[in-house]
């Protein structure tokens, strides 16, 4: 069964879909079968995988409120093991549309669930809102990222989300973990960065991830492209970032030990 992250702040210009985006792509090259799911009316995860929103007939508003099969909307993009479920500005109106339906804080997690176990890997990309969709996406993720810049205002209306979160955990899913804080726009140059850094740390100890990703021209290029920074430029401090995490990642999920099965296969080639 497939591990669902949501990657969530209310907070604009954190780094939140450039995470989604690369941290999928880097899991889905480390081999791991990996969804990215556009849960943002703005749809730039969709369009910073290679798909113009203006193109996309069926998205995952169509799953939330009418009930479409994901499977049949599922995209495959230019990167081995990295699929799509896209978004579409209709997303804007899902929040009014499911105000009355009973149960609305789980749809997401009904249309997750169909096919969660065709997955390593489940990634959300959120809205930067509180609304009833980032909490559809809460309700349905096993943990959340919280990307965080290294700015002066870091670490405002970060209350808010974590009061959000423990909300989630307290009535509606009580298996919801933060898997992480993460340090994004990090400026070696600037001493406010580093300021930021040890604060956060200071703050949240063990919940921040031992990765921070860098302020780097290639990251902030490559959605123009249509590409992960993976295909843009995997040389580049953005990728070498963004594959250091998802490592990080796997590694904290024990998922990065060698199957029995290989171990078996290994020791049947010695003899």
Excluded: W
Excluded at 48 to 59: A, E, H, L, R
């Amino acid at each position: 069964m497939g591990k669902v992250l949501a990657i969530a702040n209310q907070k604009g210009g954190v780094g939140k879909t450039t995470t989604a985006i690369n941290l999928a792509a880097s899991l889905a090259v480390l081999d791991k079968k990996t969804l990215l799911i556009d849960a943002d009316p703005q749809a730039n995860a969709t369009s910073g995988v290679g798909f113009d929103p203006k193109n996309i007939k069926t998205s995952i508003y169509e799953c939330i409120i009418d009930d479409v099969d994901p499977k049949n909307i599922i995209l495959e993009t230019s990167t081995p093991n990295l699929f799509l479920i896209p978004a579409h500005i209709d997303l804007v109106g899902a929040e009014l549309e499911l105000i009355n339906q009973a149960n609305r804080e789980r749809v997401m997690g009904k249309v997750i669930n169909k096919i969660k176990n065709d997955y390593d890997f489940i990634i959300i990309d959120c809205s930067p809102s509180l609304g009833l969709l980032t909490v559809n996406a809460l309700v349905a993720s096993d943990s959340v990222i919280i990307p965080v810049q290294c700015e002066y205002f870091a670490l405002e209306g970060l209350g808010k989300l974590l009061n959000t979160i423990k909300i989630v955990q307290t009535r509606m899913n009580p298996n919801l973990s933060i898997e992480g804080i993460l340090l994004t726009m990090f400026d070696t140059r600037l001493r406010l960065s580093n300021q930021v850094v040890e604060e956060v740390r200071t703050h949240f100890q063990q919940i921040v991830f031992d990765t921070v990703i860098s302020r780097n021209t290639k990251l902030g290029e490559a959605p123009s492209f249509g590409e992960t920074i993976i295909s843009h430029d995997i040389q580049s401090k953005g990728a070498i970032n963004y594959l250091c995490l998802a490592r990080e990642i796997l590694q904290k999920n024990e998922m990065t030990k060698i199957k029995e099965s290989d171990k078996k296969i290994k020791i049947s080639n010695e003899h």
